[in-house]
């Protein structure tokens, strides 16, 4: 196994520590889907044990998707907790995306895999907030063009 550099192992830890408390909030605004969340965290656990930093930051982005099934009450909620519990906001991950969206849209063109399931996991989060069809439609024409 490859060890990582400082920074990223800095980055995989605090990646870890923001998905397992995002998801100890869901399970505790929504406790039928505890069962899961700790499924989900095994595997957050592995991948961090395995400093398996790509899948860790693919797993977080998804996990983070999940914010988008709850009311807007249940999001404050699993915010502030995962914030309380690690002194991050988690809205600065929303950012980093977006951001790296706007850098991918501006040059036409999906480099990798990576920044596929970055797109993508970012129009889902569109999808579920509000509307922006023409963000949405150049990020879903990207996507497409990508897997074509």
Same mark, same amino acid.
């Given at each position: 196994?490859?060890?990582?550099?400082?920074?990223?192992?800095?980055? !995989?830890?605090?990646?870890? $520590?923001? %998905?397992?408390?995002? =998801?100890?909030?869901?399970?505790?605004? &929504?406790?039928?889907? *505890? +069962?899961?969340?700790?499924?989900?965290?095994?595997?957050?656990?592995?991948?961090?044990?395995?400093?398996?930093?790509?899948?860790?930051?693919?797993?977080?982005?998804?996990?983070?998707?999940?914010?988008?099934?709850?009311?807007?009450?249940?999001?404050?909620?699993? !915010?502030?907790?995962?914030? $309380?519990? %690690?002194?991050?906001? =988690?809205?600065?991950?929303?950012?980093? &995306?977006?951001?790296? *969206? +706007?850098?991918?849209?501006?040059?036409?063109?999906?480099?990798?895999?990576?920044?596929?399931?970055?797109?993508?996991?970012?129009?889902?989060?569109?999808?579920?907030?509000?509307?922006?069809?023409?963000?949405?439609?150049?990020?879903?024409?990207?996507?497409?063009?990508?897997?074509?």
């Amino acid at each position: 196994m490859a060890r990582l550099k400082p920074e990223h192992l800095e980055e !995989l830890r605090k990646l870890h $520590s923001q %998905t397992v408390a995002l =998801l100890d909030g869901l399970a505790r605004v &929504d406790p039928p889907f *505890a +069962d899961s969340a700790g499924r989900m965290k095994a595997v957050m656990d592995g991948a961090l044990s395995m400093q398996d930093l790509r899948g860790l930051r693919e797993a977080a982005r998804d996990i983070r998707g999940l914010l988008d099934s709850v009311s807007p009450s249940q999001r404050r909620e699993v !915010l502030t907790h995962v914030e $309380s519990t %690690t002194g991050q906001p =988690l809205e600065r991950e929303h950012e980093k &995306d977006k951001a790296a *969206a +706007d850098r991918i849209l501006a040059r036409g063109k999906i480099r990798n895999d990576r920044e596929y399931y970055l797109l993508r996991a970012y129009l889902e989060h569109l999808e579920g907030g509000i509307n922006n069809d023409e963000r949405q439609n150049a990020l879903a024409q990207l996507i497409d063009s990508y897997r074509a």
